[in-house]
Structure formats: C-alpha cells, structure tokens
C-alpha cells in the first residue's frame, strides 16, 4: 500500500463506531476524491468496487453521462437520501412505504435503490423485486420529467376515457409504461383517481383535468415544458 | 401429546392426527387426490387448486383445497365426487394451453394427469409459456435453500418467475436443485452455459411481457 | 389546544368554548377543497376567495379574527361534476361551477350585502327553477345524509371543527359510560352489517375478534376503495378523518385492542395527508395516544399506503401488505378476525362501517335498526356514475328502489336516451336489467338478482353502452388485478379474456356460451379468494339478462349498441353534409377526403374507427352504422349549402 491508500484506510478504520453504512458512505466519498487509488483490503474494497461500478451505469440509465467522479457523487447523494428515508419509515415491515417514498423522490426503483436497501433492511432482493414489479406505482425505469396519467377506470371508460388515452399516445408516440425519448412525457394508464363523477379525468404532475375531450389533450400537454 | 381424530373420505372412515391437512390425512392411508404445487419439503402454497374437495360441515357443502384445509373431528369429505372432478379437468385444460404440443419423448405430470381425467385437448388459446407458475422453484429457493435468489415478478395474467441476471448469480448457489422440481421442461442451463444463469433469466432492463 | 383533554368535563367545556367563540350569525364562506372539485380548479377559486375577502378589508393580515368573515376549507358534498363548490352561512347559499372571476362578485353581494347571485345558482335544468338551498336540489332532496352533512361544515384539517359539531361525545360515553361487552351489543342490535362489500354483520365480527385467543389484537381500517367509479371512502376520509377514528377508537376499545392501521391507496394522496394531520391533531388534544381523555385506553394508529393494486383491498392481502410482504391474498380457512395480522386476531372494517358507529352510539341501536330494511338497517352512500344526468355521491336509506336512485336523484338517462342496464357492485358485481329497478335496494335484494352491494358503486348504462364491451373492460380489469397466484382465476380470465376479445373482433363462435359458462362456474367453485369467486359475476349476469347482445356479436357479427370497433362503421351521409371540413381536420388517419365545397367521404380502408369525425360534426352527417357500408358516393360531388339562418 502507498502511504496516501494507508491514511486513507486509517481514517477510515479510525471512525469505527460509525455504522457500516455510514463506513461504506465515506469510503465512497474518498474513493471519489481519490478514485484512482486502489483501496486493496476486502471486502470493502470489494463492496466499493461493485457499488463504484454501479455508479456508472446509474448515471447512464438516467441519460447523463458524466465523469466518473461526478458520477459517483451523485449516486453517494442518492444513497444518502435514500437512508434517510429508510430512518424515518423504520423496520422491513415498512418496505413498501419505503419504497413508496424512494418512486415519488427519485421517480424510481433503481438496482442501486433494490441493492442498497436489501442492505440496509436485511431483505432479500428478489422480496424487493416482487413487490416493486407487483405494484402499478413502481417503476423500474426511469420516468419522464412529466408524469401524465389517464384514467380508465368504469366510470371514465363509459364517459370516453378509452378515447383520451388514445389521443395522449398519438400525440406523444408512446404507449402505456413508456417514457418519450428525450424523457419529457412518461404515460401511464391508471385504475381510478376518485373523481369518478368528472370522468374522463386525466393528470399531469399534481394537475388534474376533469371532463377531458380528446380535442382539448394537445393544449394541456402544451402546458408542460 | 398429538390427539387422534377421525374423519370421513369418499365414505371411508380414516383416522388422521390432529394438525395434518385432508391432503396429508388421505396420502397416509393411500388415498389419491391430484396436486400440481403441493411438495412435502414445502409450505402449501394452495395455488394450483387440483387438490380442491367438497367437505360437508354441519350439513353444509364447501369447496376447499385439501392441501390447506385442516383434518378435522367428524369431517366428510368427498374427494372424487362428479363436481370435483369437474373442476379438475377444467383446471388440467387451462393448464394443457402453457405446455408445449405433446410429444412421445415428453409425458410430464400434467400430461399423465390429463390423461387419466380424460383430458385429450384443450379448448382454449395456447400460451406456450411452458410454467405453470406453480412455484416450486421460487419456493425451494427460499424455504429450504434460503438462497433467494429467483422470485415471482409482476401479477394477474401478467405474472412470471424470474431469474435477474444483473443481480440473482451473486446469490444463487448454483445447484440446481430447482431444476428437478418443475413439472415442465422449463427449467434447463442457459445456451450459454454461464454459472447461475438459466432459462428464466429476465434482464430488468427488459419490460414485462404486456405492461 | 395546548392542552390536552383529561376528563369528559373538560370536552364538553372545550366544546362549549368552541362554540361560544363563534358567532351563529358570522359570514362564513366555505368552498370544497376535496380531490373532485381540485380537479376542476377548487384551489384557485379558493385562493382568490380569500384575496377578495383581504382586500376588502374584511380579514386582518394575520390570521382570522372570530368576528371577521372566515373562508373555510371544507369537504366532498358529493355533486362533483358541478363543482367547485361554495356555500355562504348563515344564509346557505349554495353555488356551483364557481371559477375564480366570480369571486369579487360573491364577496361583494353575498358577502358584503346579503344578496344571491342568481347566475351561480343550480338550476333545474327542465323548469328552470333557481335552488336557494342545498335541499332544493333534487340530487339532495331525497338524501338523508348521515355520515356526509357535516362535510359541508368541517375544514377537515380543523380538529375544533369536529368537536364543535359534538365530535368524540360518542368515544367518551364509551370509555366512561360502557364496558366493552356493552358496545359490542349494541352494535349487534343496531344490525350495522360491512359497508365494504361483504355486508357481514359488524357486531358479530367484533364480538368474534374480542372473544379469540391471542393478544395483541388490532383494528384495521380499509380505505383501499379499488372498486373503479366508487369514491364514497375518499369523500368521508378527506372530509371528515375524525368521524372515522372515533369510530375505530370505540371499536378498539370494544374489542380490546390498542393498535390500528388505516390502509390508504396509494391514488388518494390528499386522504392521506387529512388522515395523517387528524391523527395529529387527535394526539395533541389527548383524544388519541395514552390515557386518552383521562379514562386509562390507550391507542395509537398507523397510516399504511397502498401501491397501486385492487386485490390489496381483499382482507388477508391487506393484511399482508402491512406485514411488509406483497399484498397477494392467502389460502386460509380461518377467519381474519381469529388470526389475522401476524397471525393476531384483527378486525378489518370499511372506512363507512366505522364512521357509522358514532352515530349508533349517540342516538342508540334501536334508531339505527328502524331505518331501512329488516335486514339491512341504516343508510349507504353509493357513487352514482354513469349515464346519468346527476352524478355524485348519494346518501340514501337501505330500501330505496333502484328506480328512485337513477331518476329522482339521478335525474334520468343523460340525453333522454333509454335505460338499459345497472351495474353496482363493482367488478364483482352483475348487470341489473330494466326488469328490476323497482326491487328494494339491500344487501340481500341485489345478492338475489345476481349482483352485490359491494362497496356501493353504482353505474348506470343506456342505449348506447355495449354490455359485451363493458364485461370485456371488466375482464380485462380483473385479468390484470389478479394477483395471478391461482390457476383458476389466472388462466381463467385470461381464457375469458380471449374469449371477449375474439367476440368483440367479429371471431365468435357458438361454442364460446358454453366456454364462457364453463370458465365462470369454475372461477367460483375453485379459486382461493373472493376476486376469483365474484370476477365472473359481470360475465354470468350479462349471459343471462342481455344473451341477445351476445348472439348478435357471434351470429351476426353485429354490435347492437354500435360501439366494438371492429364492427362498427362510420358514414357520412352525403345529403346532410355541409364541407365544413371540421372532420376531416380530426381524424387521426386522414381517412376522410373532401375539401371546402366537396361532399366529405370517409375511406372505409384508411378508417380506424375511433369516432373523432362523429364527435366533431355538427350538422348531425355522420352515422354510425353496422356493416356492410353502402357503396361509397361519387367523389367530387359538389355540396349544396342549407340556408343560413336568419
């Protein structure tokens, strides 16, 4: 080892009664200070390199290709998020409003967010996997910057939601479950919203529109930049 | 000190210990009723619903499945009646459309089930996703090996078992243990051969089938 | 409210307080703030509200005085569709479809001087006749809104508001006045049966959960309300939490439990933010938490969000979703209330059965047994949607026919079309035909006809809705919904489905009836929860009541009603079309060829049927029609223009 590797590795040791993931944190965060410095001793280094490797392909999954650095600050940013979210939710009996919180910040489940938490809460990743592919609300993939969700729900599907829905993927080429491809608009048919009496309802972000014809989906998509 | 009960299948008097299901009560005197899911090394999972008898309860009928359903004290069960039997056949041709077209060098269970309820074909659309969803992989997996490495991804029609490569092969152990529990040729080593990567392999990057 | 409540004495004194601190004669201006009238644009109405009342001077800059004019934040009333909604108190003046201009106006001459704005008024829309009360309205007259009055008083984030209107009066005559086996009796006289589709009768479920084995219990709300077109949960959770933990406490407390969970769905966001700062503020006041009111209860609840799926709303998936696991139901023959959450007895009930229960304690068993039927007591609020003229939520007492609940508070078929069918219940539940609208609306009655209550979803279907179609939508549905665990229902619908979407294509076959009956009486027998067993009632109903739509889709490859795609065509008669251009504009495919003095023709190749040039045309041209179309008109023909009118 090079002196520098071994201050390193010192300070690292040196706060010991930090948490494992608060070691792991800060192990990052040198490593993106120091990345090219091989941090030898296992299994941390192992852990460090697998989550390392990661990072670049996170950033790649949500279209910003950056430098390695950048992009290993951005993912130690989101890990960090992300166990605060777990702290306030609590135990693995919250895993599902765990990761309720985790779609609505990040808009996803990344395979950073599924490894990290099988981690932090002792659960297995592939109970993660079920429950996020179980669920409508979970995405795997990234969503668009602007969530549009039509309804299609008894009420609306008598009132001409069919219709809407339609015209939304026309205008915007995509389908249900997909995102358009510089990631502005992200679609998704939804159940119902509870606004059965306005039907066909239709939101985009937190706005909704009630009684939606389909002439009027291209002016209330324009609203969105 | 475990009690003795008594009950009553397809008119015969069997006596059973208390805690087992119907379905463990009528294999211990021999007597047969279908199953798909059920495996002994397994908690019952209920899922594939051939194991479903008629019970009589305080003069009232109910269907329920034999594999989950307690032997109880005084309890009729009718294991073979023409309503069950009906059910069974109907659920062997809803099975029939997930398999591949039979062939001479293939009889797995479902096709000798199906034969014996006098199933020829089936009358509805292929599927030809060769799983039965009946889990017993995914089950294994989890309950015995405690690997947890393949899992049951999405729901409704739209549900599958899913091996994710990006992330399983740094839990499954490889021993394939699983393989010889599937009742359909579904389970067999990746063309490439890779350790820990088999015909269920679902990248994450690729969507669910319908969504 | 610093401090908290310590005795029934100091509730009763701090409702006192309330009340005396506010003037009966105070202008109050309250405006729905709920999810329907927000998606209609509430939230600004509101906002502008108050800067006109600013601006006028009539509030100080900080806060609200007692004696200035107040703008409440309130709950769902339930006529949606006219919203947003805002009523003036004292007089309560109610008006409808406000937007945002009009707010000077109604701070002005309401407000300031007393007088109705006429325009803002509801109007019947065959008299003409201007409602200046809410009860005038036909929608409300025929209501008896137990459970959703106090919607139009409460700001639902207020906990005062509540008590003012004797909120938590009934938990402190339970906690003071009655031993839990007491509250249990009570309810089972009252014959309160599960607002939440099941109609179990509620006494005895509680009495089967105190008397099991096993401690802790838990009480459990289900506010999961997956059923498509009902909102009725929504409306009482958001507009009155309170009236729905009071009644969880007294439950508790009956059963000896001290720990709740209220599931929401993940879709009513504002729900869970008025449920959470209801806990809240129940907290803070020491009507929730420890040594609630000084009595020695404690209780203490949790807010479990949904994700997004209809089968978590069945009770031993719910169950399982709050033990952290996927919400798929469980094979079990032992009933939740006798092993349940982690394997504890637990008493799941309706957001609407545990808002009933203040009531039956305050005004006694006997009043709420006498309303209704004989077996069925109290009222329901159903989600009337649909076809009908006036939709919303409706309160009615059990009993009332399905006749009176579509035309006298639905005000008819929109569009004068003719009825045709009702379905209630949900996906679970069956099509009702024209034949039995005048039974008697009640658990049994409608479980007799083949339907359900389910949660109270009512939806109505005129002429113009294809029964096949819409059972198809419901398959679909429930294919999807499906937690996929069980074969029956799996492979069942997703066979049916098949089956649906062949019929619907113009690829019936005879042996589809059979197919389809088969299917659906397996489904029942066979699968493992209750999403199985009803998810062929919409198909069997259907089959059995409107099995002539069914042979005109197989046999004729004809859809009645006109609206499956692939048999249907679009047509423009050539006499009537006036070149406006206005469809071929709108059609998606520019199938339509024609310009501004040429008679329009659609090409029947090009043509994908979505009914945009049917919407559009406003001379009445175009036809929907069963195919064959007629042979196509010349090209070119020149058109002759109708007169304009003088």
Known sequence: MTEEQRSILSRIQKDANLSKTEILLKGLELLSEYYSLGLDTPPLSLELKRLEGEAVHHAEALKRIRRREDALKEMIRELHDIDEIVNRCGGPNALIQILLDIQKQFGWISKLAVMWISKRLGVPFSSIYQIATFYKVFSLTPKGRHRVRACLGTACHIRGGPRVMERIERLLGIGDGDVTPEGKFGLERVNCLGCCALGPVMVVNDDYYGNVKPTEVGKILSKYG | ?211 | MVEKIRSPAELEKLRSEIIARRDPKKRIITACASTGCSALGARKVIESLKEEVKKRGLVGQVGVKEDEVEVKETGCLGFCELGPRVIVYPEEVPYFRVKPEDTPEIVSETVVKGKIVERLLYADPTTGEKARKLEDIPFYKHQLRLLLKNNALIDPKKVEDYIALGGYGALSKVLFQMAPEQVIEEIKKSNLRGRGGGGFPTGRKWETTRNAPGEPKYVLVNCDEGDPGAFMDRALMEGNPHSVLEGLMIGSYAMGANEGFIYVREEYPLTVENITTAIKQAEDCGLLGGNIMGSGFNFRVNVHRGAGAFVSGESSALMAAIEGEVGEPRPKYIHMAVKGLWEKPSCLNNVETWANVPLIILNGAGWFRDMGTKNSSGTKIFSLVGKVNNTGLVEVLMGITLRDLIFKIGGGIRGGKRFKAVQTGGPSGGFIPEKYLDLHIDFDELTKVGSMMGSGGVIVMDEDTCIVDVTRYYVDFLSKESCGKCVPCREGLRQILNIFKRICSGLGEEGDFENLEDLSELLKEASLCALGTTATNPVVTSLTHFRGEYEAHIREKRCPAKVCRALVAYYIQPEKCQACMKCSRSCPVDAIIGDKDTIHVIDQEKCIRCGACYEECQFNAIEKISPPTPPPPRRGIKVIRKKKRE
């Open chain 2, 1 to 211: 000190m475990v009690r003795e009960i008594s009950l009553k299948i397809d008119g015969k008097e069997i006596k059973a210990r208390e805690g087992m299901t119907i379905l463990q009560a009528a294999k211990a005197k021999g007597i047969e009723i279908p199953t798909l899911c059920y495996d002994e090394q397994l908690k019952p999972y209920g899922a594939c619903r051939l194991c479903t008898v008629e019970i009589v309860k305080e003069g009232r009928r109910r269907m329920v499945v034999s594999c989950v359903y307690p032997a109880e004290e005084g309890l009729e069960v009718e294991a073979n009646n023409e309503k069950v039997r009906k059910i069974r056949r109907l659920i062997l041709e809803l099975l029939l459309p997930l398999l591949p077209p039979p062939s001479d060098t293939v009889t797995g269970p479902i096709e000798t089930l199906a034969e014996k309820y006098g199933v020829k074909k089936s009358r509805f659309k292929a599927e030809l996703t060769n799983c039965t969803l009946c889990g017993h992989c995914v089950r294994y997996c989890t309950e015995v090996k405690k690997a947890n490495a393949i899992c049951f991804i999405g729901r409704g029609t739209e549900r599958q078992i899913a091996f994710v490569p990006e992330l399983a092969p740094n839990h499954c152990l490889a021993c394939r243990e699983c393989f010889s529990l599937c009742p359909t040729s579904k389970m067999v080593d990746s063309v490439e051969g890779i350790r820990g990567v088999c015909s269920l392999s679902i990248p994450i990057s690729e969507k669910i089938k319908g969504k």
